[in-house]
């Protein structure tokens, strides 16, 4: 069975930064795209960061320069660091598996989603 599951949500004060992991099982996650998308309450879903197979990263306008993605395919595992949190940033995050080596496809493509975890960034 695909599982994804993420860890490292929290609350934080503005300017604090958080460290989100995926734990990716069943699949070797390392062939795929993994990214990062996020939810607040009455917000539509929004794509933080990607990253694929070869490495190469993207970013939402509103995060670039504070956010980085990363993955550590010895352990099937991706990371979202976030520095220099604004209240703007508190949402669920989720991570999600796309079955691609790049990552240039919608957010319905992508095949497998965790279960989330809560970032909270009080001002």
């Known amino acids: 069975e695909q599982r994804l599951v993420e860890s490292g949500g929290g609350s934080v004060q503005a300017g604090g930064s958080l460290r989100l992991s995926c734990a990716a099982s069943g699949y070797t996650a390392s062939s795929y795209c993994l990214g990062w998308f996020r939810q607040a309450p009455g917000k539509e879903r929004e794509r933080v960061a990607t990253?694929?197979?070869?490495?190469?990263?993207n970013y939402a306008d509103s995060v670039k320069g504070r956010f980085t993605i990363s993955r550590d395919n010895a352990v099937n595992s991706a990371y979202l660091q976030m520095r220099s949190l604004k209240p703007e940033d508190t949402a669920m995050y989720y991570c999600?598996?796309?079955?691609?080596?790049?990552?240039?496809?919608?957010?319905?493509?992508?095949?497998?989603w965790g279960q989330g975890t809560q970032v909270t960034v009080s001002s």
């Open positions: 990253i694929n197979k070869y490495g190469g990263t």
């Open positions: 999600a598996a796309l079955l691609r080596t790049l990552c240039i496809s919608p957010a319905q493509d992508f095949t497998y």
